[in-house]
């Protein structure tokens, strides 16, 4: 029998927009069985804007509309009623193109291992004198020829959810959205998800992301555009907080293959490092990085282990943290610690190097003089990388992995 999909479509205050995300639900080349449209508690003219898709026979529209309690609640009450096999959230403002649900539900028909089928989006804006859709990329989108969907997630999310298909089962294991959260609601769930099941990510594109400008986020906090990277930076960090303690380290330690289980134990130390300091929390990051360089110190880290701190430097919302004096004392400190220590904060300056090139670029003097001050800090050590024995990111993790 061929798997069902259910539409979840939370909306508020979008009436002017909500009619093309459900037109381009409706044209979906797989059928989408049930849409559930989830009011909460729109005050503009959502409800008469809804009212001609319900009386058009066949669109298997379930329209409902609650006190606005937030996209949260509403997912969650929304999911409560849903039907299908496989869900698809739908922001009410983006466009689905035709074939999104057919790439993605056959990934999750031919490979039943697959938890989470995603793909890719372009953005674009309507150009206010011709009313024309305006295309531009997605902006941050990874090198997915190496390295898991899943560690790639944790460094930064490059897919949104409008981009995946989920198991219904997979939803239920997890446990609701977030209600406690005012915004990356959507990426704390991917990630629990992604912790739990595996996940493919192709790079067809399957929706449009609606550009900006003016007020965002929910009725209880909203933001201005121009701060909206601060402010989902501040939220990620809120969401890695809280993941911290409820994702295992033996789940960073599948991400790796190595001579030894020694060897996978710091790689995994080292990457979750890396995935706090690219959300700036550089205290919990050098927690990581501290442990790691007890785990074999005379050895020096590997290639594999220099490209993750590499990496830790070179997350989207910046390093400015790392520039500072008390993280410039805390790794002295480290460098210390024999070889190892001495070989991570080697393979860091390396990351900063980027940094001054791209703060260059941007003309920032401030920034330009931070991370010099800090690169000259650093002493001219010659750090051979470990070699005689392997280290290797896998690609995939095995599925046992997951069972935790």
Known sequence: MVAQITALVPTFNRGALLAEAIEAILLQKRAVSQIIVWDDGSTDNTSDIIAPFLRTEGAKIDYRRAENAGKSAALNQAMELAQGDYIWICDDDDIALPDATQKLAFILDEKPEVGLAAGAHNRFSTAPETGEKELSDAGYWPNLTSGSPLRHVLEDIFFFQNATLVRRACYDKVGPFSVDLARSIDYDMTVRLMARYPAEVIEDTVFLQRKHDGERGPAWQRHAAKSSDDVWRNADKIVFERLRDRIPLSLYEAMFDGDSPELCARAALLQRGAVFARRRDWDTALEDFEAAI?????????????????????????????????????????????????????????????????????????????ISSFLAAQPPWSIPTATGRTLTERDALPLEAYAW
């Open 294 to 370: 007890l785990i074999r110190p005379e050895l020096a880290l590997s290639p594999e282990e220099c490209r993750i701190a590499i990496r830790a430097v070179a997350g989207k919302h910046g390093a400015q943290e790392l520039f500072e004096t008390t993280t410039r004392k805390r790794l002295l400190d480290i460098s210390k610690h024999a070889t190892s220590g001495k070989s991570l904060v080697r393979s860091l300056s390396r990351g900063a190097v980027w940094r001054l090139r791209e703060a260059l670029q941007r003309k920032n003097p401030a920034e330009v003089l931070a």
